[in-house]
């Protein structure tokens, strides 16, 4: 069974507009995620993460919001850009748990000049 | 900066073959993972190590086993490769603690094509 789920496999938008990347989780014991970039035969990137105390975490053009009543996280890229094209997964994890990650499908998204 | 090095970039090789991947770290971290990441179904964890000779099956483990003699290196063996494992092998280190964020850190890959 899937406990991080990232519905949507592509998304596509115009430069300059918002992206919004969502993801989903099914288990309440996790209290930390994280989204990864991964460009074409490259290996993933970390880009940002939020701790389950906050419900946002903001640097530069991203931000991601928590909703854990939810159980519902998103990442919005503002403004978006044609280098920001990737795919993008969510992570999440237990503290104290093992330190394993456990990721979504991924989100291809496509950022139009 | 971490430095995360995946021996190959590309391979090729034969049903059959027993096939090394190499993953070498330089930052001392204690925890090392193996992935394989295929076309819509993301990243999956094939085993990972927490400490030098210790290792943990992740969820498909099946048809590969693992190797860490020393602290900086974690080495996934295929010992009779077969057309199912052609995939993008990742591999990915991060320290022990909360400090740490849970962030794994990535090597570049390794595509791996089983003939």
């Known amino acids: ?113 | 900066d971490v430095k995360v090095t995946q021996s190959s970039r590309y391979l090729v090789k034969r049903t059959g073959e027993k096939v090394f991947l190499e993953c070498v770290q330089d930052m001392d971290h204690e925890n090392m993972f193996w992935y394989r990441q295929d076309p819509g179904l993301g990243l999956r964890l094939i085993y990972f190590s927490y400490d030098v000779k210790m290792k943990e099956k992740g969820d498909i483990p099946e048809g590969y086993s693992v190797s860490r003699e020393k602290k900086e290196r974690f080495s996934l063996i295929l010992e009779s490769a077969s057309t199912n494992q052609t995939s993008m092998y990742l591999c990915a280190s991060r320290p022990t603690g909360h400090r740490a964020k849970n962030i794994q850190y990535f090597g570049a890959g390794t595509r791996l094509s089983v003939l």
């Open chain 1, 1 to 113: 069974d899937q406990q991080v789920k990232q519905n949507s496999p592509s998304l596509s938008v115009q430069e300059g507009r918002i992206s919004i990347l969502n993801c989903d989780y099914t288990n309440s014991m996790f209290d930390y995620f994280l989204w990864y970039k991964k460009y074409p035969a490259e290996g993933p990137t970390f880009l940002i993460s939020i701790s389950s105390i906050k419900d946002k975490n903001e640097d530069g053009r991203f931000t991601v919001f928590l909703n854990k009543s939810a159980k519902h996280l998103s990442l919005h890229i503002v403004p978006s850009q044609p280098g920001d094209s990737a795919v993008y997964f969510c992570a999440a994890s237990s503290q104290g748990g093992s330190e394993k990650l456990v990721f979504g499908k991924g989100t291809k998204l496509t950022v139009n000049p």
